[in-house]
């Protein structure tokens, strides 16, 4: 266990970390809490980094993850212990000398991928790359993906950490990993990117849920259904698709396509009325232990058309992994049924074009 000061400076870079992240999103804090952890891990025991890199994951995760315990209390414990130990693990082959300034954003980068797939699918999520949107690095997506993304970010706080505590050669590869860096970004912002099409595409995104903070558990799903319809409703433009978000269609019987099926009704009315193609979330019963979750296209004439089935399930928010084994110590606060696994890409074709579904 890190002595008082070690602790609360993990606490601190944590912190940094976490409030370069959504829904904060200051990018630059990103840099200032990694370079506090370079500082902390060097010249340091094997143990002391470990323990260290681990501490700083765990204050990071256990802000960012926060609202997993919506989900389920005990889910989000296990993930923030568990991914700790995933970075305090890797925290372990950082050297402690000037090596670490080459091997820390690499092994920052094994531990998110790490985390991305393994156990249970892994949560690709509270990434460092999340974070650098809407900073200066956002084009290295196009790149190298969030990797890249991520991987730079930690460089550039190695590379403040150099210029501010590192010695007089430390300062002089520093300079030169700027320099490469700022090259790297340069040719990003001439890769291969977005262009506007011959005919644009005019699309509302539709939020029409409750406080933030609403839960679920605590909501009339009919009502939910209808604040969606409500706001579709107030669209005054002519658009040419309308999309919902995941779940707030929640069917407890029938299929979303049914004639019978009021709320798929009201879509199929809803498109004809505004003369669009809606994409909507959906939720639908598939007997007592499972469900389907689900993105649907409804055409302007009415018809119901593409569908794509999730594939990526969220662990103890809607499957529970070792549900033997974790029921007796979380009972109720699990979900009772788990989730279809679907199949094939994450994408939809609409008259409109194919889109996907993140």
Known sequence: MPSAPVALACIAVGALLAGSLPPWGVWPLAFVGIAGLDVLLGGRSRGSRAGRMGFVALTLFGI????????????????????????????????????????????????????????????????????????????????????LLSGATVAVGVILAAFIVGSARGRVAGGVALVALVALTALSSVAPHGHDVAHPVRIAAVQGGGPQGTRAIFTDMDKVFQRHLDASDSIRRRVDVIVWPEDVVDLDSGDIADADSGHGTDLSALARDKNATVIAGVVEDSGPTRFLNFSVVIHPDGTFGDRYEKVHRVPYGEYVPLRSLVTPFAGPALTQRDAVVGKGPARLRTAHGTFGVV
């Open 64 to 147: 960012s993850l926060f609202w997993i315990k919506d989900l389920s209390a005990p889910g989000y414990v296990i993930a923030i212990f568990a991914f700790a130990a995933m970075f305090a693990a890797v925290g372990t082959v950082v050297p402690p000398g000037r090596g670490r300034h080459v091997a820390l954003p690499g092994a920052w980068v094994v531990a998110e991928a790490w985390k991305g797939h393994w156990p249970f699918g892994g949560v690709p999520i509270s990434d460092l790359a999340i974070g650098q949107v809407t900073g200066p690095l956002a084009d290295l997506a196009r790149l190298g993906g969030v990797e």
